[in-house]
């Protein structure tokens, strides 16, 4: 072992074996799996380029600067924070084959890929928490969502989130791996709970924190997101015009995309938890991690009149500008 630790409790010494490193497997037995990871690196090119369109047209356009938007502008900085972090990492890992990884940047690794899953939640319910106020309190929203409750809401859900995982590495550092100088580790990442069901001493702390944090980070803000669509379709149910609940919808449709996209693949890895295969655990938590970033800005894009408006208005001025540059070139 690369370290061990001997602390005194309860009148035993208690020796902490810890390995030197970790050896990440990837996926088992697939042929041809390269072409998956060079698809990852695709996604993640699209990721940055649409994440970064939308965070420039949100600073740049002034009349995107509302409650709303600043909350679409922080997903866009978790999702592009959450591709690096995750991306070039895994095509490091499996297109290089540079499978080992020591204990520190294993966790490491660890936190910042949990730090943007579990950003990604809050987010998604800080957004329909948003549209649930738009709609059923419309005459109310301009005071109880303002930019500055929104900046607070989302400052206390990144500290909330650094100290939940922060707590989760700490628990993993009391672990003991004893039967090897490396541990494998059979996911495309650190991974939780696959790294905890190594350890050879008692794993009941880490294996209920980690329960306790799926259930918090993972049904709690689902089942808020599923009451608050069910509260705007009572409001909307009370709105005599079709036109206007049809108007009134078609502003929640990018957010609904955005969580179907992101919980199916999540909900059905934590749901299944130890009993689903490790290449399906790969496949829908990548999907997840890497897919979901690359098609946030595009829905939004494509889905949200006013962020359109205001690519169209941009482009124009961009044009305009840069034909002026062109004529006095030429002109002198």
């Known amino acids: 072992m690369s370290s061990d630790g001997n602390v005194n409790g309860l009148g035993k010494n208690i020796t902490f074996a810890r390995p030197a490193y970790f050896i990440i497997s990837g996926f088992i ?10 698809f990852l690196c695709i996604v993640y090119i699209v990721s940055v380029l649409g994440n970064t369109v939308v965070m420039t047209v949100i600073y740049l356009d002034r009349s995107l600067r509302t409650p709303k938007y600043i909350a679409v502008f922080n997903l866009a900085f978790v ?3 959450g591709s690096t972090v995750l991306v070039p990492k ?3 890992l499996f297109l290089f084959n540079h499978r ?14 949990y730090l943007y899953l579990s950003l990604e939640v809050f987010n998604l319910m800080t957004l329909s928490y948003d549209r649930l106020i738009a709609i059923t309190f419309p005459l109310h929203y301009p005071v109880m969502v303002t930019n500055r409750f929104m900046f607070s809401l989302i ?14 590495v700490g628990l993993l550092t009391r672990l003991s791996f004893c039967n090897s100088n490396t541990v494998l580790v059979n996911s495309y990442f650190c991974d939780h709970g696959v790294i905890y069901r190594e350890a050879c001493n008692d794993q009941t702390p880490s294996y209920i924190y980690g329960f306790l944090v799926s259930t918090l980070f993972l049904w709690f803000p689902l089942c808020f997101i599923l009451v608050s669509y069910l509260c705007i379709g009572y409001a909307l149910s009370k709105v005599a015009s ?20 992101y919980f199916v693949p999540i909900m059905i890895t934590f749901t299944l938890g130890r009993y689903i295969h490790p290449n399906s655990r790969i496949i829908n938590m990548s999907l997840a991690s890497a897919v979901s970033p690359m098609l946030n800005p595009i829905i939004y894009v494509l889905q949200t009149q006013e962020i359109k408006k205001s690519v169209k208005t941009l482009l ?17």
Request: hydrophobic share 50%; aromatic share 14%.
């Open 316 to 332: 124009m001025i961009k044009t305009r500008q840069f034909k002026g540059g062109i004529r006095r070139v030429l002109s002198k």
């Open 79 to 81: 999702d592009l924070f």
């Open 155 to 168: 400052t206390s859900f990144w500290l909330f989130v650094i100290t939940v995982n922060l707590t989760a």
């Open 100 to 113: 080992l990884i020591s204990y520190n940047d294993c966790l490491t690794f660890l936190f910042f890929c």
């Open 242 to 261: 079709a036109k206007e609940r049809a108007k009134a919808l078609k502003t929640c449709t990018a957010h609904l995309s955005l969580v179907a996209i």
């Open 29 to 38: 037995g697939i042929p041809n799996v390269i072409y998956y990871y060079v």
């Open 90 to 92: 895994v095509l490091d």
